[in-house]
């Protein structure tokens, strides 16, 4: 889960994208597991935006072409389900290095 989550910020592109159906597709677990490996991905997600990483909304592309904006601090194991295609968010990228 991790790396499928690190594969989908490691592009170039500030928005970032999670194939949440090849996701689930791939994984076989009991109803129980799954909410596990849910709170899992919304705690890496969490992760991301409290070291700034990625901004604090992401949007929701559903399986019949349905968008939704959802705050991260909003998002619950009961909104990640087999009916969203995509989690898509934004990269914060820091134009103020310093050299």
Do not use: C
């Amino acid at each position: 889960m991790k790396l499928r989550l690190i594969q989908s910020i490691a592009i170039k592109d500030q928005q970032k994208t999670f194939d949440l159906e090849e996701f689930f597709n791939q994984v076989s677990v009991s109803s129980s597991r799954m909410i596990q490996i849910k709170k899992k991905i919304i705690q890496l997600i969490k992760e991301l935006v409290e070291n700034k990483s990625i901004e604090p909304e992401l949007q929701i592309i559903y399986k019949n072409g349905n968008e939704k904006q959802v705050q991260i601090e909003k998002l619950t194991t009961s909104r990640i389900n087999k009916r969203i295609k995509y989690l898509k968010f934004n990269e914060i990228i820091n134009t103020n290095i310093k050299k």
